[in-house]
């Protein structure tokens, strides 16, 4: 079930708010949350129900190790073991579905040795939940959070709105929510917002993002060469198509837990519009930035603790040292192959690594450039290396490449409509210049202005729901 099927916006979703709500309305609130679980799984498993048992399990082992976690009492040297061997399993389940087919092909091109593919079909958002979870026992060991209640625990992996591809939620931030009495009852102008806010998300992705897919595609799957502006046509609607499908899709989220009265994480702050490589980053999935950032930067360069309360990734004023470049280049590298088996996400992690070094060692000389240069360059090199992102292969990155610079020849785009390049700089000018749905949340007034606006946001949205597309970030 997709948030932008039909089956979500007039089934699912109304008779999840209405059930409820009318559990909570009548103190069964306790009754309200085992509805929440059982529609989250039920949503879950609509995809393939043969995968609840994988969730299922992954839930159980990981709520038993935070509860020996949690205890306070437990000797140092057990807990640390408890916590090694809780990651392990996690990062054991996720490495063995996402890349050990990968890992066999690698083997395969040996000239000795050949092994058979396992050809596994990836479960559904493993990705999302691993690292949730992973959070969830850290701060555990840490004494940040504590669950002894197997229901909120089950809900907090499952809810929803986040299970899929995030926003990446950390316990501390989601559970207190569900005990507030303004939490569990109808709050009215909660639900208008939310309806605003997933129906700009639909919007971007039934009118924005699957019209750009189609020049995608055509660009980097159906043609064999590319000119000089085919291949700009192609890149562009690639970096737009991603922006707003992914920002779609967290928009939707946001808007159906908002519903609920529960508030999710920001995860996008319109990062089109950063002026470095760094301040991107502290943009674009923010949730997943603030989760390597605290998890793995944070422990790689040996930073203070009081470091661990920052977000993202790491900010100007720490120290460039050799010990803190090498955990920046870990980081991207894992962050590049967290999306993918694959050598093209390998090098785009690899890029994005080397820039962000790049970047701290420029930010010594203390010689800002000038704004739009600083917004050129960095936006210049973002659409660029979303080139390896978006490949299937080496050799079709290397195709759009070409063209870019020209090497397969000069030309207007003639294998896109008249209006695309006219389409792609209008839709530019729209993300750098005009508010994201994170500020129109914050203006949001009840009053008759608002009301046109989301009805318009509305009527548009169902108007091009004439095919259900699958969001791009469900494949990672």
């Not at 209640?149 to 986040?162: E, I, K, R, W």
């Not at 928009?251 to 508030?263: E, K, P, Q, R």
């Not at 470095?276 to 943009?283: A, D, K, L, S, V």
């Not at 785009?413 to 700089?425: G, H, N, R, Y």
Request: hydrophobic letters at 50%; one cysteine or more; charged letters at 10%.
């Amino acid at each position: 079930m997709l948030f932008n099927s039909p089956v979500y916006i007039f089934f699912f979703l109304p008779v999840v708010l209405l059930v409820y709500f009318f559990f909570n309305q009548r103190h069964l609130v306790k009754l309200g949350k085992y509805w929440l679980l059982t529609a989250s799984l039920f949503f879950y498993g609509f995809w393939n129900p043969f995968y609840i048992p994988l969730l299922a399990g992954s839930i159980g082992v990981n709520f038993t190790f935070g509860l020996l976690l949690g205890r306070p009492a437990q000797r140092g040297r057990i807990r640390r073991i408890l916590l090694c061997v809780g990651i392990m399993l996690n990062i054991l389940l996720l490495g063995y579905f996402k890349y050990a087919d990968f890992f066999l092909t690698t083997v395969t091109a040996h000239p000795v040795r050949s092994y058979d593919l396992l050809h596994l079909a990836l479960p559904l958002a493993i990705s999302f939940f691993t690292l949730q979870q992973v959070a969830y026992l850290v701060d555990s060991y840490y004494q940040r959070t504590r669950e002894g209640n197997f229901l909120n625990y089950s809900l907090f992996v499952t809810f929803f709105p986040q299970l899929i591809a995030g926003p990446i939620v950390r316990h501390g931030e989601m559970m207190p929510q569900f005990a507030r009495l303004r939490t569990v009852l109808p709050n009215y102008r909660n639900l208008a917002l939310g309806l605003l806010i997933f129906f700009i998300g639909l919007f971007k992705k039934v009118v924005i993002a699957d019209t750009f897919a189609v020049w995608a595609t055509q660009g980097f799957d159906q043609m064999t060469v590319l000119n000089f502006g085919n291949a700009w046509v192609t890149s562009l609607s690639y970096s737009i198509q991603l922006y707003f499908d992914f920002s779609g899709y967290t928009d939707m989220a946001i808007g159906s837990a908002c519903m609920l009265n529960i508030n999710l994480p920001p995860n996008f702050n319109s990062p089109y519009k950063a002026f470095n490589i760094q301040e991107f980053w502290r943009r674009w999935h923010i949730t997943l930035s603030r989760w390597l950032y605290d998890y793995l930067y944070v422990p790689l360069s040996c930073q203070s603790e009081s470091a661990k309360l920052r977000e993202n990734i790491p900010h100007h004023n720490q120290r460039t040292s050799c010990r803190a470049v090498q955990a920046v280049f870990i980081v991207f590298v894992l962050y590049g192959v967290w999306h993918g088996a694959s050598w093209t996400f390998f090098i785009w992690g690899l890029l994005h690594g080397a820039a962000s070094i790049v970047h701290r060692f420029w930010q010594k000389r203390k010689t800002p450039l000038p704004r739009w240069s600083a917004w050129l360059l960095t936006f210049g090199f973002v659409n660029a290396s979303w080139v390896f992102f978006r490949a299937l292969s080496l050799d079709d990155a290397l195709k759009v490449y070409r063209g870019m610079i020209g090497a397969s020849g000069f030309g207007m785009p003639d294998a896109f409509p008249a209006i695309s390049l006219t389409l792609v700089f209008t839709v530019l000018l729209v993300v750098v210049f005009a508010p994201n749905s994170m500020e129109l949340k914050e203006r949001f007034r009840p009053n008759l202005v608002w009301t046109l606006f989301i009805a318009t946001v509305i009527a548009v949205s169902l108007a091009n729901l004439n095919r259900v597309t699958e969001f791009l970030y469900l494949r990672f």
